[in-house]
């Protein structure tokens, strides 16, 4: 070690041996861990209702080691375990100095007809001497998420202040999966609700908020309970039990409002004020002269007197005459007599507001008078605008019902077009609708007393919506013009076309076209081909209310999708499903369909449709659900090694049957492939034992046999020979492999000789005779051809010319 410096020393320094340092190095080293990374292609994943799926999971290292890494796979993540079946699965060995390596893990999610939201499946590994990264795997769900829909009965209920009632919340899932787990759902009152608690009464057996609990695998639940309302004497308004339903499930926030019951004074004449209104008919609504008979009408209290109203013009300069007296003589008569009235209204007053101001004789208030509750309405008319016939329609506002699902005869959607004034409809007055059903007339009316064209729509027998879109056409309006009510003459046009456009409408409850609203689910929602019969829990869902007095009876029918023949799949078992007498719900698990295997290699998957009825009178409405066929692969034969020699002796060979490509799926039962060996020249070139059959067990991918080949050591001379090896399966395409058989023999030679050796220049032409020997070496089974060509430094057709003869 060499001596340090004094300016060294001082700072500190000191000398390690290189053997210390390098140990250091290496300790440190040593102190590192590696990791191997987890991996799968992008884009992988599970999907209910595919069958099995292989997926190639990879495990990389950052550097080579020196000997073999082996990482053994679990499962985990956010996904059950009852979520997926693991049907093949190995560990991964990373050979020692590669960095990577590959296996096959082929899983099934379970097709459960239930709504899980997003799941995964973490892949962890574990391995001597290296930590090991995970790789989530998706299970992607085929169960839709359900709409939430709450609603309370009796429906519009009334409560008056010192009365009570009893209501019956229902929950229900509307389309979509059902929940795999129980549910609770959270009622409160809404913050827009009108109750004030204690002050208008109480809930029994307690006060909102309410937990309801939907059991798994239903489809609803209800509770019941009930408000007496307090009496008071104050005079208030309506008041409105709005409550709001809400629940966190699977990632998903379900909510939907509704209204319990409305709650209202007591009719109590004390407190009841009476009410004052004017009606004129017809209403003095054009520039001129309208004669007009004008009526005051009283409501609510009776005042026990006679009283005189006056409507008194709030712009005199408007409309003559500008007052009107209108005396209610007896203190038992609601109405006025009629009084006819002149009404004048000048050209200024056109597209404006006419106010009368309302008053009465005794007044409202003060000892003697009308109670200081009374209300006087003012009266007000439009009038309208001078016509213009240049006013094209060329737009329109589209409104929906409210109700989450409707069905026959009840109103859907009500389209308006605006005028300036009442108008007839100049052509056909329908407007076109596209719904899931096809292309429904909705019929339209002009309104004599407003300027408005309204096409309303109620469901009509047969007709169905289930997207929650509706569509019109480009031109999808057909009536064509308008005509002014008041002034024939004048008309005017539409848009052409109207919309210009095909427009799109969200928002659109279901349409249901029938007597009642089924759905149907179903679980499992598919079928793979070659497992034989699956029994399928098929549920009938009333979405509007409870089945009546009796059983109500739902008829089930199969029918092919786009890619689906008859041949594919075999149904038994009775195709209805029953919803009992009073229930919202039914069940059957007696139907079974059979995914026929054949041997044609079809899409992956295929679909076919359970559906019911789609309305008849007095007939239930029902909204099928798609079913899945899972075709299954083919299968490919391989033979390992691929030649035999023909003086090898006995030989032996493994035959492998495997399911078409690692992206098929495998089936859960075993599969049988008989095997029939050919080629060759017949039985004289080999005898064989073994190799008859082979056999992929349930969910494995490849299966082997053995077979034992026995060459004939002949002594001819011949070229390879292929023996093919092909397999039958029901209901499975085979391919086959190709053994070769090697000759051990050789060639004999063949040895040329001519009968002159010596050609002379100038010379006359000469004849030559060539002779070809073979050596006598193996027999020869067919005569042998020697084909003769010229060489040597003597050029053809310089230096000399021949012809073959």
């Known amino acids: 070690m060499p001596a340090m410096t004094g300016a060294q020393a001082s700072r500190g320094w000191r000398w390690l ?12 080293m040593a102190q590192q861990t590696t990791t191997a990374s987890l991996s799968v292609p992008a884009g992988a994943e599970l999907v209910e209702g595919a069958g099995n799926t292989t997926v190639r999971v990879t495990a990389t290292l950052p550097a080579s080691r020196a000997e073999d890494t082996t990482i053994s796979l679990s499962l985990g993540g956010t996904a059950k375990s009852s979520d997926y079946e693991v049907v093949q699965t190995a560990a991964i060995t990373i050979r020692s100095g590669w960095t990577s390596g590959v296996v ?19 892949i962890e590994g574990a391995a001597q001497g290296v ?9 992607t769900d085929n169960d839709k998420a359900p709409t939430l829909a709450v609603d309370a009965t009796p429906q519009n209920l009334q409560i008056e202040e010192g009365g009570a009632a009893d209501f019956v919340i229902t929950v229900k899932l509307v389309g979509g999966g059902l929940f795999e787990e129980a549910e609770t759902f959270t009622l409160s009152l809404a913050s827009n609700s009108g109750i004030e608690l204690p002050g208008d009464g109480a809930f029994s057996p307690a006060a909102p908020p309410w937990q309801l609990i939907l059991p798994a695998g239903k489809s609803s639940a209800q509770i019941q309970a009930g408000f007496s309302a307090r009496q008071d004497a104050r005079t208030e308004s309506r008041k409105y039990a709005d409550m709001i339903a809400s629940a966190s499930i699977a990632g998903q926030t379900y909510t939907d409002s509704f209204r319990l019951f409305t709650l209202s004074d007591a009719a109590d004449a004390q407190n009841t004020p009476t009410v004052f209104t004017v009606r004129c008919t017809p209403q003095p609504n054009l520039v001129g002269t309208t004669m007009s008979t004008c ?8 005042p026990g007197r006679s009283v005189v109203l006056t409507m008194t013009a709030q712009d005199p300069d408007l409309v003559a005459p500008d007052s009107v007296e209108l005396p209610i003589v007896n203190s038992g008569e609601n109405n006025s007599a009629g009084k006819s009235v002149e009404f004048v209204v000048v050209q200024q007053a056109a597209g404006k507001q006419l106010r009368w101001n309302l008053s009465s004789n005794p007044p409202v208030g003060g000892t003697g008078n009308l109670p200081a509750n009374t209300i006087l309405n003012n009266y007000a008319v439009f009038v309208w605008p001078e016509t213009d016939a240049s006013f094209e329609i060329s737009q329109y506002r589209l409104s929906m019902s409210s109700d989450d699902v409707l069905t026959r005869n009840e109103f859907a959607f009500l389209i308006v077009f605006t005028t300036p004034r009442p108008v007839t409809i100049v052509g056909s007055p329908a407007v076109e609708v596209v719904l899931d059903s096809g292309v429904v007339s909705v019929p339209c009316t002009a309104s004599a007393v407003s300027g408005l064209i309204t096409c309303e729509y109620r469901v009509q027998e047969g007709d169905y919506d289930y997207d929650g879109r509706i569509e019109l056409r480009r031109g999808a309006v057909k009536f064509t013009g308008w005509r002014d009510r008041f002034d024939t003459d004048i008309s005017g046009n539409v848009a052409a076309p109207l919309p210009a456009m095909k427009e799109t409408h969200s928002g659109v409850p279901l349409i249901y076209g029938g007597t009642h609203a089924i759905d ?14 699956q029994t399928l829990e098929i549920i009938a869902q009333d979405l509007v209310g409870m089945s009546g007095a009796s059983d109500l009876v739902i008829p089930l029918t199969f029918s092919d999708g786009t890619a689906t023949s008859p041949d594919d799949y075999r149904v038994t078992g009775p195709l209805t499903v029953t919803i009992p007498a009073g229930q919202s719900e039914g ?10 295997p054949d041997l044609v290699n079809e899409d992956r998957t295929e679909t076919l449709r359970i559906e019911g009825s789609k309305g008849a009178m007095m007939s239930p409405f029902v909204r099928g659900i798609d079913f899945s066929i899972i075709d299954s692969a083919g299968v490919a034969l391989s033979v390992a090694p691929t030649e035999i020699a023909e003086d090898g002796g006995a030989q032996t060979v493994e035959v492998t049957a495997a399911w078409g490509d690692a992206e098929d799926s495998v089936l859960p039962l075993d599969t049988e492939v008989t095997l029939a060996w050919s080629g060759a020249d ?50 499975r395409a085979v391919t086959a492999a190709e053994l070769t058989l090697t000759d051990d023999e050789q060639a004999p030679v063949v040895t040329l000789s001519v009968d002159k050796n010596t050609l002379t220049e100038g010379g006359d032409p000469v004849a030559v005779t060539v002779t070809a020997t073979i050596a006598a070496t193996v027999p020869r089974t067919r005569p042998t051809t020697v084909t003769l060509d010229f060489g040597g430094a003597a050029i053809a057709g310089t230096d000399y010319t021949a012809q073959w003869g």
């Open 104 to 122: 096959n893990l082929t899983l099934k999610a379970v097709d459960d007809g239930f709504f899980e939201g997003p799941e995964t499946i973490r």
């Open 520 to 533: 149907l689910r179903v679980s499992p929602q598919s079928a793979q081909e070659g497992v034989g019969a």
């Open 295 to 302: 009526v005051a009408h009283r409501s609510g209290a009776n």
């Open 17 to 28: 041996p290189a053997v210390f340092l390098s140990l250091c190095a290496s300790a440190l």
């Open 131 to 139: 930590e090991v990264s995970g790789v989530d795997l998706a299970i």
């Open 587 to 596: 069940r059957t698990s007696a139907v079974s369909i059979t995914a026929i």
């Open 682 to 731: 017949g039985a004289a070139d080999y005898t064989r034992t073994g190799g008859d059959k082979v056999t992929i067990p349930a969910n494995a991918r490849t299966g082997t046999v053995e077979a034992t080949l026995t060459p004939t050591d002949d002594t001819l001379l011949e070229d390879p020979e292929a023996i093919l090896i092909e397999g039958t399966a029901p209901g």
